[in-house]
């Protein structure tokens, strides 16, 4: 699929299920910022010289965007070989994302949330000890096929009322 690259692999005796981004998409966000940032630049300094507010706005503006989202997605492109996460499916599974690890029984609920209301989404996991993990997903996988992993290999092994919640707001 387009948005991520899923690789199993053995770990310990068990399937590990890597969820890695996709080499297209890590290209085109960190060209395309490249991109933009430097057509913001050029728009700047233009501005600049003949002493436009908005232009210079407008440059300082759209570089800082361009900047943004370049920083942010290169934490996820330069991540461990580019492997957002790992799931070992199972009664006993686990998900891993970094120092992260969270147990299949500890989930609470499990959503995919936007931080702060735009652009990134993160994987949003509350625990039964009333903690919130936050596993960034740095848009580099599809939200569709990750939450066809959740609800093939996670939700199984979580308390049924999640089941229900999780199933009835993915599948409208």
Same mark, same amino acid.
């Given at each position: 699929m387009w948005g991520e690259r899923i690789h199993l692999t053995n770990s310990n005796s068990k399937t590990a299920i890597e969820?890695?981004?996709? &080499?297209?998409?890590m290209g085109s966000v960190f060209f395309s910022s490249? *991109?933009?940032f430097t057509i913001c630049l050029l728009v700047f !300094? =233009? %501005?600049f010289q003949s002493d436009s507010s908005i232009g210079i706005a407008a440059g300082l503006i759209g570089m800082g965007a361009a900047l943004y989202v370049l920083v942010h997605s290169a934490a996820?492109? *330069?991540k461990n070989k580019s492997v957002i996460f790992k799931i070992i499916p199972g009664p006993e599974g686990i998900i891993q994302?970094?120092?992260?690890t969270i147990s299949f029984r500890d989930i609470k609920r499990i959503v995919i949330k936007q931080r702060w209301h735009i652009f990134f989404d993160d994987l949003v996991i509350y625990t039964h000890q009333n903690k919130v993990v936050r596993m960034r997903t740095y848009n580099l996988i599809d939200i569709s096929r !990750? %939450?066809?992993?959740?609800r093939v290999n996670i939700l &199984?092994?979580?308390?049924? =009322?999640?089941q229900e919640v999780f199933k009835r707001k993915n599948e409208s």
């Open positions: 969820v890695k981004a996709s &080499p297209g998409i490249i *991109f933009i !300094l =233009e %501005n996820g492109i *330069f994302s970094g120092k992260k !990750l %939450n066809d992993l959740i &199984p092994y979580t308390v049924s =009322e999640h």
